[in-house]
């Protein structure tokens, strides 16, 4: 489609002549046109190319365009079919929308008449391509929720191509994922029938479509053989129709080559597929980067489990009671045990001897200033002199919890081995944290010097490392102003040598958006204990914060609404545990708010059956249901105090399945059991006045019975009376309606010849044969318009007419209405007058067609009366509450008043057959006070003979739901 065409249509009708005059006239309304002479053809085009709407004719040979319409459907769904009907019913023409056509058109064709038909077609288009981006926009955001839920590659490369399959309406797709040297490509999925085995594949990152877009991180969209020379596909498929190879790219890398193919069908890769392949790359890419960093971090952490027993120094890591929670196999053997027989043991008595802690030990000083101590210890039991470490470790919301004892031989390689402890303990804390992205802080002489942030902030914030490193205020700004505080705390508190807890603050992306994040700090300390700086781990937790104050709402809700209800509830958990109550509960059944308060189950049955009538039933019930705890159950209960509850239990289920405990609902239904108590009473005091009553009618049933005889035998006689006049109505509809057909058949040839001639397209006309031609153009019209009026009538008599309703500006449609007739009134010195005061913007629901067809005829028949210097006025004005009353004022001729009933009736005119003046068929009024009708509306006409007419009429504002007749 060119920038500037208003659509692709595609026209089918085996009057080729008829077919190229349409195409030529849709071109030069700026539709791009292929036209074609059988169904068989069209369906050959539609394979290859794509169109917006198929204007086909209904009657045609072979392929007619029902089968037409199916078999354009099948390959297109979205589509948009127009039917063209001239020698067919309009009963086929409904057949055909049945199976899916937009609408249909009548022939001969009125560019006035199409136009409006194929705008419409051409909107409903529109929407159904925007519902098809809507839908796949949906489907990428919920597979975005997916992708980021998890961290396993295997899932999110799978899930892309699932949804790529879907999305491209596609055959085969593969996705490529280079290999740690980056030298190859290796396939880590792939969809498709026999695809399988490809599976694991390796091709070299040198060769190949998949290899050139690795290499250059450009998207590659291919339709048909491959003649491209800056790439060769390794294995040449001429079964590949359309394709698309596309880069995925994070942070500058490439993550991963996503490859789509379509060999069934003809179809090609459209933009907007291309365009949503794009958004499933750019979201599975950082997804692809996070997984891979995750898998780097779980092996870091086993790498740092098996040297932290391969380390050859004794390691011990102790909580805030002295006790080993893990020591090293190194420690283990200086112990003389294992290291599992190590843990739980406390290190006073296993290392030092002693019956308790000694104050000089590094932990002791440790616990007292929380501050990492560094000792000289000469331990007898371990055989040496020892530099002995503790450094504290804290729990994720800052609670310290430990320390690290790490004792080095100063003897031997006392100072690399000092700094081995301090980079293995340092990458032990940051990887046990989980981490989005790390940032590093300088500090000399207590003052911040530098800052750099990890490539990764990118992800978490919008901004880049270079962004942060070119303004050094860019984080503190992006900070959530109410939040400042809290982060100028926490920094505080490192910069005075302490090690606060993380704090969780919101910052502003770079989008605008309000993101919240955890910071957690880790300082670093000197030989000598000063700081040297610190590292800093911001994780985003915005989904966790909305999944907390959704919980938050949702409870507050549900203590709401059960404080609220009129009915006692109580929540008993699967130990048989009170767990939730209202206040209805403690004060329908009087027990003191304490007991319940208790959560003792048994205690509020005990004061329950105190209460109850039939306690024996009323306890054996309660154990039956907590014995079967799948059951539900309703009952009545009652108080020895008169009162009825209604007594209904559910119990609870879990969604796997697992039984949580047991729902009690009680209702207070006291005045509503007395109610039906009095009830009965009146209903047998009614019984008994009704026996009496049945007596005295039955000596009257006799007279009615012969009566009914009589009334049953006038109602067959009327009723047969009825279908006969039925039967006469159908059969006029349907002569009139096959009738009018019949002459379509022939004027479909004159009008649409004649115009041909007309326009010159077969050479040009003389100034009579132009004439002549107009005459015959003309007369087909004017018989063409009594025909769409006879069968506008028919279907409307026969029930057939269904209104198109929808809203439009009312003021609008009756000025263009108006404009229809300027020229001919200017001719004949008739003033056209248009008053209302009615706003500019009002609108209305009604059918647009049918409602201008109403003011046509209305409008013609005015002007067509009033004589040459007369005024015509149409009126419009609120009518009542929701009502609007058009009107159509003449001072033309006027009617009799004894004439006026004879108006509406169909080929009913007022003048002499045999001394007619004016022309006309008798049909539009009574047309129009039908189509009126249709839209809830009536008609009123006001005339006085010789002075002019008014014709009323009122209609809703808003149509009600379904219409027609």
């Known amino acids: 489609m060119t920038m500037t065409s208003l659509g692709r249509l595609l026209i089918v009708d085996d009057e080729t002549e008829l077919m190229a005059a349409l195409c030529e006239v849709l071109k030069d309304q700026g539709y791009e046109v292929e036209g074609y002479a059988s169904g068989k053809e069209a369906v050959d085009v539609l394979k290859d190319r794509s169109f917006d709407v198929l204007l086909t004719d209904l009657m045609m040979p072979g392929m007619d365009g029902i089968e037409l319409l199916k078999s354009a459907l099948e390959i297109d769904s979205h589509l948009v079919g127009i039917v063209m009907t001239g020698q067919g019913t309009v009963q086929t023409a409904v057949e055909a929308m049945k199976i899916g056509a937009f609408d249909y058109v009548l022939k001969p064709f009125k560019i006035g008449t199409i136009m409006p038909v194929l705008s419409r077609g051409m909107e409903v288009r529109r929407l159904r391509l925007e519902n098809i981006h809507l839908r796949e926009t949906v489907e990428i955001f919920n597979l975005s929720k997916v992708v980021a839920l ?237 530099l002995v470490s503790t450094s504290p470790l804290y729990t994720p919301h800052g609670a310290l919890y430990g320390a690290v004892h ?249 969604e796997d399945g697992k039984y949580y405990g047991r729902v009690w609902y009680f209702r207070d239904i006291t005045e509503r059991k007395q109610l039906e108590g009095k009830l009965r009473e009146h209903a047998e005091t009614l019984e008994g006045k009704v026996s009496e009553r049945t007596r005295q009618l039955e000596s009257t049933n006799a007279e009615l019975q012969l009566l009914n005889r009589e009334l049953e035998i006038r109602k067959q006689e009327s009723d047969e009376a009825k279908l006969q006049a039925e039967e006469a109505t159908r059969a006029k509809s349907d002569f009139l309606a096959n009738m009018s057909h019949e002459l379509r058949t022939p004027l479909n040839s004159i009008i649409g010849f004649s115009e041909i001639l007309k326009k010159g397209m077969f050479g040009q006309l003389s100034e009579k044969q132009d004439e002549f031609v107009g005459y015959i153009i003309g007369s087909g019209k004017h018989l063409l318009n009594l025909i769409n009026d006879i069968l506008d009538l028919s279907k409307v008599e026969a029930g057939k007419v269904e209104l198109e309703v929808g809203a439009f500006n009312l003021i609008e449609t009756l000025n263009a209405s108006l404009i229809m007739f300027r020229e001919k009134a200017m001719k004949h010195g008739i003033s056209l007058k248009f008053d209302t005061g009615l706003d500019t913007n009002t609108e209305i629901e009604a059918d647009e067609r049918r409602l201008k067809q109403i003011l046509f005829n209305l409008l013609s028949n005015a002007v067509k009366f009033t004589p040459d210097g007369g005024t015509v006025c149409l009126r419009a004005e609120k009518s009542g509450g929701e009502g609007i009353e058009i009107s159509v004022e003449d001072t033309g001729i006027g009617i009799r008043e004894e004439d006026i009933t004879k108006l509406f009736k169909e080929f009913s005119q007022l003048e002499s057959a045999y001394d007619k003046k004016y022309e006309g068929t008798g049909l539009g009024l009574a047309l129009t006070k039908r189509l009126i009708e249709l839209h809830g509306g009536r008609i009123r006409v006001d005339s006085e003979y010789g002075k002019g007419s008014k014709f009323s009429f009122v209609v809703p504002l808003r149509q009600g739901d379904g219409h027609g007749a």
């Open 150 to 386: 998890t961290l396993d590659a295997n899932t999110i490369v799978s899930k892309i191509a699932e949804s790529a399959l879907q999305q491209c309406n596609a055959d085969e797709v593969s996705v490529m994922l280079p290999t740690d040297d980056g030298k190859e490509l290796y396939i880590a999925t792939i969809r498709g029938d026999n695809r399988e085995y490809f599976l694991g594949q390796r091709i070299s990152i040198e060769a190949g479509i998949a290899g050139w877009v690795a290499r250059s991180h450009e998207t590659v969209l291919l339709n048909g053989e491959v003649e491209d020379k800056r790439f060769g596909s390794l294995n040449p498929r001429p079964d590949i129709c359309s394709s698309v190879s596309m880069p995925m790219m994070a942070g500058g890398r490439l993550v991963g080559v996503l490859n789509v193919n379509v060999t069934k069908s003809r179809h090609q890769l459209n933009f907007g597929q291309v365009k949503a392949l794009s958004i499933l790359g750019g979201m599975a890419a950082p997804a692809l980067e996070n997984a891979w960093m995750y898998a780097q971090v779980r092996q870091a952490e086993n790498e740092w489990k098996r040297t932290f027993d391969a380390i050859i120094d004794p390691i011990m890591i102790l909580d805030t009671g002295h006790r080993i929670i893990k020591a090293n196999r190194a420690m283990a053997d200086k112990l003389g045990i294992e290291p599992s027989v190590a843990e739980g043991l406390t290190c006073y008595k296993e290392v030092h001897g002693m019956e308790g802690p000694i104050p000089t030990c590094p932990l002791s000083l440790l616990l007292t200033d929380r501050k990492t101590h560094t000792v000289e210890v000469y331990e007898e039991r371990m055989g040496g002199h020892f």
């Open 406 to 654: 790490y004792a080095k031989d100063i003897t031997r390689r006392k100072l690399a081995e000092e700094t081995l402890a301090k980079s293995e303990e340092r990458f032990r804390r940051l990887v046990e944290s989980v981490i989005d992205y790390i940032y590093t802080v300088m500090v000399e002489n207590g003052r911040t010097v530098a800052t750099t942030h990890s490539p990764a902030c990118a992800a978490v914030t919008g901004y880049t490392a270079e962004e942060y490193d070119t303004d050094p205020d860019l984080w503190y700004r992006m900070v959530y102003e109410e939040d400042r505080g809290a982060v100028m705390e926490q920094s505080r508190h490192i910069l005075a040598g302490e090690i606060p807890p993380p704090v969780e603050h919101r910052i502003i992306h770079k989008d605008g958006s309000i993101r919240w994040v955890r910071n957690t700090s880790v300082p670093s300390f000197d030989n000598e204990g000063r700081l040297t700086g610190y590292d800093g781990m911001i994780t985003d937790i915005t989904e966790r914060k909305a999944a907390e104050f959704a919980l938050q709402f949702r409870n507050l809700l549900l203590a709401t609404q059960q404080e609220v209800s009129i009915d006692g509830i109580l929540v008993v958990d699967g130990a048989s545990k009170i767990v939730s109550f209202n206040r209805r509960f403690v004060e329908m059944w009087g027990i003191p708010a304490h007991i319940v308060e208790s959560g003792d189950d048994g205690s509020v049955l005990q004061s329950e059956l105190g209460k109850v009538k039939d306690r024996k039933e009323f306890l054996r019930r309660i154990n039956y249901l907590y014995s079967h705890s799948d059951e539900k159950s309703m009952d009545e209960i009652t108080l020895l105090d008169g009162r009825t509850f209604d007594r209904y239990s559910s119990p609870m289920f879990g």
